[in-house]
RNA sequence: GGAGAGGUGGCUGAGUGGCUGAAAGCGGCACCCUGCUAAGGUGUUAUACUGGCAACGGUAUCGAGGGUUCGAAUCCCUCUCUCUCCGCCA
């Protein structure tokens, strides 16, 4: 969340910065420094009764080691007195804290003075391109008709067993898909990535600390029984690693990769958009995460941008880098970059990675700070990214890559396939 | 799932109602001393919020939340986590 400091030394600045995603803070914000300023002054308040009643229940004390019983007893009184006075001081300062944390919980991050302004995807920004857009035939098919032709997905299947959304990979679209997982991981390894394995539900706490709860739990699967949320990225399990840590100078950049399976609910999505691979409600994801110094986490931003780029050009796909605007802009993020593949057949982008800077939102909700040069403890600056998301880079790869005799696979994924071609 | 034990500062570990924000040891840091395999001495060493220009104060925190009490690390209740044994199991 927000730094209260934050808004109180630079409220006008930050409340123009909240224009760019189409709100107007300036509400909350005062909102939130009066609860600020009422909760201090009420903590003020009941510091100073605690520190009565204590130095009384010491007296107390003494002179019951004196034998002076009377006097003793009529102290008790005069802390008894304190005591209804003290409790309604204590029972406001939970209310205050916690209707401070519902209303800091509202606010996103502050963009970053690079987000443009606008609404929809539609506004965002195209900042990079590379590869030529495949001309196509008449006949060329989309993803969902190739992978029926060649026998490498069965979505029907996957309705039966479980629904819409959840497709079954077969042969070597089961191949395929593995061979992608392992090569993103093997190239975040090379690029210095640390690769880790973590559980693919989560508490509360962690959904707290990466910003999907309490908003946004309606699009995350639970397991009620036990309180837990199925993971809709690794970024979640990944990023809470670090959640109450304190981290030394010489850990940062703290780099992380993770392969994982995500499960997404997108309530209210329809239509051709989302046929064949283009949306899921299951669908696999190799992350990357950083955490970095305040100062450098710009130009970690670009190393990662960089490395995203390394590996859409090995795999020989269009792709453009887009910056999002500030209506398109998640809630934790300060600025982000999405990659959209060419999608030949489709005849569309899609957008198969989002790389953002989320600077010290979520790391003051995570309390992962560490000790800079100064000895002094500061919030971390956490940053993550996809390296890749499977699916739609499966149907790019289709559509862009087939002919009239199959579906060839690029140079640098045979290794991992096995074959060069699917027919 | 059943039974039991336990969660104290960076770590080990004392502490069963007040003088304990917390002994002692280890580790860390600073200074001093000493040229024989690096040891010794002294001091210092938690976090958050908050007041103050500062010096220096206040409050909270001994797994979490509630309760008893003038006063709780210490007593009571609930939850949670860890460990051991049994059961089950990839």
Redesign the pocket.
């Known amino acids: 969340m927000v730094l209260?400091?934050l808004l109180r030394e630079q409220k006008q600045k930050v409340v123009e910065a909240y224009r760019k995603r189409n709100i107007d803070a300036e509400n909350i914000v005062e909102q939130i420094l009066e609860a600020?300023d009422y909760?201090?002054s009420n903590?003020?308040k009941?510091?100073?009764l605690?520190?009565?009643?204590?130095?009384?229940?010491?007296?107390?004390?003494?002179l019951?080691?004196q034998g002076k019983r009377e006097e003793?007893n009529k102290?008790?009184?005069?802390?008894?007195a304190?005591?209804q006075e003290?409790?309604d001081l204590?029972d406001r300062a939970?209310s205050i804290s916690t209707e401070l944390a519902d209303l800091l919980y509202q606010l996103p991050n502050v963009p970053h003075v690079l987000v443009p302004d606008g609404k929809t995807d539609q506004d965002n920004e195209e900042v990079f391109r590379f590869g030529d857009i495949p001309e196509m035939g008449k006949n060329a098919l989309p993803h969902w008709e190739l992978a029926k032709k060649y026998n490498l997905i069965d979505f029907e299947t996957g309705v039966k067993i479980t629904g819409a959304g959840f497709p079954v990979y077969t042969g070597n679209g089961a191949r395929l898909q593995r061979a992608l997982i392992q090569f993103f991981l093997d190239e975040a390894v090379k690029a210095g990535y640390l690769e880790v394995q973590t559980p693919f539900m989560v508490?509360e706490a962690s959904g707290i600390g990466t910003g999907q709860l309490p908003d946004k739990e309606g699009q995350m699967y639970q397991v009620p029984i036990d309180g837990f949320y199925l993971i809709p990225t690794a970024e979640v399990p990944v990023t809470n690693i670090f959640r109450d840590t304190?981290l030394s100078i010489k850990d940062l950049p703290v780099k992380r990769t993770a392969y994982s399976p995500c499960f997404r609910r997108e309530a209210g999505s329809y239509g051709k958009d989302v046929r064949g691979l283009n949306r899921l409600h299951q669908f696999d994801k190799v992350e990357i995460v950083q955490i970095t110094e305040p100062g450098l986490s710009y130009q970690t931003l670009d190393e990662m941008l960089e490395h995203v780029k390394s590996i859409l050009t090995k795999l020989e796909l269009p792709y453009r880098i887009v910056r999002l605007c500030g209506g398109d802009l998640g809630f934790a993020a300060a600025l982000t970059y999405d990659f959209e593949v060419y999608s030949a057949a489709q005849d569309k982008w899609l957008e198969v990675s989002s790389v953002s800077n989320f600077e010290s939102y979520q790391s003051n909700r995570l309390?992962c700070?560490y000790?800079n040069s100064d000895g002094k403890?500061e919030l971390v600056h956490t940053l993550n990214g996809s390296a890749l998301a499977l699916p739609r880079i499966l149907a790019s790869l289709l559509e862009n890559n087939q002919n009239e005799n199959g579906i060839s696979i690029p140079e640098v994924l045979i290794p991992y396939t096995g074959f060069h071609e699917i027919n």
């Open positions: 209260v400091q600020d909760r201090k903590q003020a009941l510091d100073s605690l520190n009565q009643s204590k130095t009384i229940a010491k007296s107390v004390g003494e019951f080691s003793a102290l008790k009184e005069k802390s008894t304190l005591k003290i409790k204590q939970g508490n304190m309390k700070r000790k403890t």
